[in-house]
């Protein structure tokens, strides 16, 4: 009998405490807070979500009506939002978010327009106050290091190294002054420490800047260190590792990725002429439409169509010299225009006496044409001797850093 009791209380003992554990897991469960999904400012619970591109050809008013929002209010929405966000500007293939009302209406309370992989307009209509705004996503920095040996292009050496080919255009506008990219040559090399960016700390979301680069062109060491040495405008520049500016007064060339079609040359040839005649220029060959780059500041003073230049834009940079670009489609500035160095002045064209598309480029010093590339121009402004050593010591351990990045696999 006293065993069947004891037999009891242990089943009862049992059975009690497995309650207890169920119950205990169960409020464990329970008090487990639920993560509210927040997006773009909103709790994408409250709303039906829908996810989509704009179809080519697709208009704003196209995609509101599909969500159940008529024509009067798609008229009053576009007139209340143009300032921040002009609906006629949408593109074919960038997405965007439609937040609708739940009920049986299904009703389109808010329109989200994805500028690009970080920045968004929201345009929310649910009230009868209409608002649009501007957001950005939150964007993580990491700091990523590449390197390449060239053996055809700058892209391709660093798409073999899978390091995102943008860094070319970056690597380029660095070097600018100082390596002449169209002559890049096999077995070149090159290291660089940039900033890599990232959505949600997983999506790539293009380049930073870039912190430090190291060029060896025809055997000759490039250093770049990335420096802010005026406090007051808080301008990011380039120098090397003397504390020398990498910027010159003057581009090489007036255009990006582009090759020398001709060179100046006082006894050239001309075929479409059949005689002798001098080429006072030096021509850089690009597709119809490139953009056209002021090598340097100044004013222009030439910009209008004339013979066989063509469309062309002068400009004096300062009582020494002048650049002047010929055959261009389009011309951007009119005479005087104060431009800065790398602002797009026009377009590569075939007007005037051409063969082919390319901007023919001249350059005047003390009012004679010269050949540019043969010329030594002018350094930038210099680093303030005072801030010189704080410079050298800031750049030491990036230094070293670059200087360990071996280029063997």
């Known amino acids: 009998m006293r065993f069947i009791v004891f037999l009891f209380l242990s089943i009862s003992l049992l059975v009690s405490c497995g309650d207890e554990a169920d119950t205990s897991a169960s409020k464990t469960k329970e008090e487990t807070p639920k993560k509210t999904p927040i997006k773009f400012g909103y709790n994408l619970d409250n709303y039906k979500v829908t996810y989509d591109t704009v179809a080519h050809g697709e208009s704003f008013g196209e995609i509101l009506d599909r969500h159940h929002i008529w024509y009067p209010k798609i008229l009053e929405i576009s007139k209340k939002v143009k300032n921040i966000f002009d609906v006629r500007r949408l593109r074919a293939g960038k997405p965007y978010v439609v937040l609708s009302k739940k009920d049986s209406t299904e009703k389109a309370q808010v329109f989200i327009y994805q500028n690009d992989l970080?920045?968004?307009?929201?345009?929310d209509f649910k009230d009868s106050i209409i608002k649009a705004q501007r957001g950005k996503k939150k964007v993580t920095t990491v700091i990523k290091?590449?390197?390449?040996?060239?053996?055809s292009s700058l892209s391709e050496a660093l798409d073999k190294q899978g390091v995102n080919p943008v860094l070319a255009n970056d690597l380029s506008e660095i070097y600018a002054w100082t390596i002449d990219f169209f002559r890049l040559q096999k077995n070149d090399k090159f290291k660089v420490i940039y900033e890599q960016k990232f959505i949600d700390d997983t999506i790539p979301a293009g380049i930073g800047s870039i912190k430090a680069a190291y060029f060896e062109h025809v055997g000759k060491p490039f250093y770049a260190f990335n420096y802010v040495a005026d406090t007051v405008l808080q301008l990011e520049e380039y120098y090397d590792e003397e504390a020398h500016h990498l910027r010159r007064a003057f581009l090489k060339a007036p255009l990006k990725f582009s090759r020398i079609s001709s060179r100046y040359n006082l006894k050239r040839k001309i075929a479409h002429y059949g005689r002798v005649k001098a080429h006072k220029g030096t021509d850089f060959a690009a597709p119809v439409g490139s953009p056209i780059m002021s090598t340097a500041?100044?004013?222009?003073?030439?910009?209008?169509?004339?013979?066989?230049n063509g469309n062309y834009v002068k400009i004096r940079h300062n009582s020494t010299y002048s650049t002047?670009?010929?055959?261009?489609?389009?011309?951007?500035?009119k005479v005087g225009d104060y431009v800065k160095q790398g602002q797009v002045i026009g377009t590569v064209g075939m007007t005037g006496s051409t063969s082919g598309p390319?901007?023919?480029?001249?350059f005047w010093k003390n009012g004679v044409q010269v050949d540019p590339l043969k010329q030594k121009l002018p350094a930038a402004e210099p680093m303030k001797k005072s801030i010189i050593p704080h410079y050298l010591e800031h750049i030491q351990s990036i230094k070293e850093e670059l200087d360990a990045i071996g280029f063997e696999n």
């Open 118 to 123: 970080i920045n968004y307009t929201v345009v």
């Open 145 to 151: 290091k590449g390197k390449g040996i060239i053996t």
């Open 297 to 308: 500041n100044g004013r222009v003073i030439e910009s209008r169509y004339k013979g066989a």
């Open 324 to 333: 002047q670009y010929l055959h261009m489609k389009k011309r951007k500035v």
């Open 358 to 362: 390319h901007v023919c480029y001249r």
